[in-house]
């Protein structure tokens, strides 16, 4: 009786040990490092007035990238993460500057994912085009619209057959806030989804070592208690 109440208890404590790893090992996030960077090409389609009367082009939408030291947690498999910001900047009283089919560009670079480098793959690009009126210092119609792009795969481990993530956009259209709004800032953002879908985590190896190490201390244990019951009987 006492030695199977002895492995019931040794069962039980390793479960439970081994609920506790699992679900520690869990908890730990997979960041994916990346930068972005990206312009408005003013060249095209950018056009002012005052008064009505046209004058030289004045543009007042720019847009702001993400350097180096950018992550986002992935360890669920899906994330958004963010380009960076559009911003507006204010007109004087009577000015307007119209955008029309204004094209607009943007790269998503993926760095790292966790401690592996996946800088080996191009940038993945978006484009799109600008179009609304910015009139004085509160008022703003200027939408940008994306299209897909058109490869948005990466790998996650340095090459694609060691896991993959594609890159995606939640949204083609963004109103851009006037000067007024939130500093005159819209932020773009993209959608991350790992081709598998949800990662189940994987324990890592320090966590294996300590927990049968554990449950071998555990065993030991009973081993001798058993010993030291049947030597008195």
């Known amino acids: 009786m006492h030695r199977i109440q002895g492995w019931t208890g040794l069962r039980a404590a390793v479960i439970a040990l081994g609920l506790v790893a699992w679900t520690a090992t869990g908890a730990t996030a997979a960041p994916l490092s990346y930068t972005t960077s990206g312009q408005v090409d003013t060249t095209t389609g950018v056009s002012s007035s005052s008064g009505g009367t046209p004058v030289t082009p004045d543009n007042v939408v720019s847009f702001v990238p993400l350097s180096s030291g950018n992550s986002v947690d992935f360890s669920t498999g899906q994330t958004n993460a963010s380009l960076g910001n559009f911003v507006v900047q204010a007109l004087g009283d009577g000015k307007t500057t ?118 071998c201390g555990l065993g030991l244990r009973r081993y001798v208690l058993s010993r030291r019951r049947s030597a008195r009987v």
Do not use: M
């Open 98 to 215: 119209t955008y029309n089919d204004t094209p607009i560009q943007i790269y998503f670079q993926p760095v790292s994912y966790g401690s592996t480098s996946i800088s080996s793959d191009a940038p993945v690009v978006i484009k799109g085009v600008l179009n609304g009126v910015v009139n004085g210092p509160s008022s703003s119609t200027v939408t940008a619209t994306f299209n897909p792009p058109p490869s948005g795969i990466f790998g996650l481990g340095g090459t694609q057959t060691s896991g993959s993530a594609e890159f995606s956009l939640p949204t083609t259209t963004l109103l851009l806030a006037p000067s007024t709004s939130n500093g005159g800032q819209t932020t773009a953002q993209g959608l991350v989804t790992s081709s598998a879908g949800s990662e189940s985590p994987v324990p890592e190896p320090s966590t294996i070592a300590r927990f049968l190490r554990t449950v």
